[in-house]
């Protein structure tokens, strides 16, 4: 393999970005759902609201998705640049707004489609960059070099 760590970068941020975009289609569905059925209960209170949220199979399942999201992208920090994993998981935002179009049937202007488009560019641009990884391996003390040369 010529760049395993290509392929790692590839898999783990286009799991990240496409459970950022479930994530959200899914949480906002969810919470839409909640205000619809709860508009009658107004006075309820706080309490009931969270009560009622946390017992919601769509606001878990949107909140798990994210959890992924979040975890995959700290991975991905330990290892790329900021400067790099950041703009290739705003590719999500993209992603999020075609699942908003298809799964929720949002209407989505020109202008929004354009600016997904302005994103996407953004996106190849940084990712044919490639990743400029900074960081150096830990010096090695004069002990570990000596045992390493006898």
Known sequence: MKNPGL??????????????????????????????????????????MAWQLIGSPS????????????????????????????????????VSLVFAHHFLQETVSTTRWLGTVVISLGVLLVARSGTRNTREPPAQTSEELSRVNS
């Open 7 to 48: 392929i790692k970068n590839a898999i783990v941020l286009s799991i990240a970005v496409l459970s950022q975009a479930a994530g959200n289609t899914i949480l906002s569905k969810g919470m839409k759902d909640f205000v619809a059925a709860s508009s009658a209960k107004d006075d309820a209170g706080l309490p009931w």
């Open 59 to 94: 606001v878990c399942l949107g909140t798990l998705f994210l959890t992924v999201f979040f975890v995959l992208f700290s991975a991905a920090l330990s290892w790329e640049d900021l400067s790099f994993v950041v703009p290739i998981t705003s590719m999500g935002y993209v």
